[in-house]
């Protein structure tokens, strides 16, 4: 599967991003999709991701009550609705694909994520 994330930008602090995360293939539906990032200066972390249906989902706390994860098969798309920025949220966002789980080992050793997009930046103002 191949994957393009998009929706990046410069938002101020409070405001609301949404990165969408589109991917080629028929099989879509049968791929966990995690969004991973990038800060200046620090390794990639991970985010969020969804399972093969919107009840399977993970969030990084920092994230946890500000972020939504969710996707439309239909669409081939995963969607990551962004609200009440901060500054420290200012990264490149990736998007990766895998035959995986959705949770915090995946998400930490990235164990079977084997597609990513190119990223897109998110650049929070204060």
């Known amino acids: 599967v191949q994957l393009q994330a998009s929706g990046g930008g410069l938002v101020q602090a409070g405001g609301s991003v949404r990165l969408s995360c589109e991917a080629s293939?028929?099989?879509?539906?049968?791929?966990?999709i995690g969004w991973f990032r990038e800060a200046p200066g620090k390794e990639r972390e991970g985010v969020s991701c969804i399972g093969l249906s919107e009840g399977s989902t993970w969030y990084e706390d920092s994230v946890k009550d500000r972020f939504r994860i969710s996707r439309d098969n239909a669409k081939n798309t995963v969607l990551l609705q962004m609200n009440n920025l901060k500054p420290e949220d200012t990264a490149v966002y990736y998007c990766?694909?895998?035959?995986?789980?959705?949770?915090?080992?995946?998400?930490?050793?990235?164990?079977?994520?084997?597609?990513w997009g190119k990223g897109t930046l998110v650049t929070v103002s204060s």
């Open positions: 293939g028929s099989t879509f539906h049968w791929y966990v």
């Open positions: 990766a694909a895998g035959i995986t789980s959705c949770d915090y080992d995946v998400m930490q050793a990235r164990y079977g994520l084997d597609s």
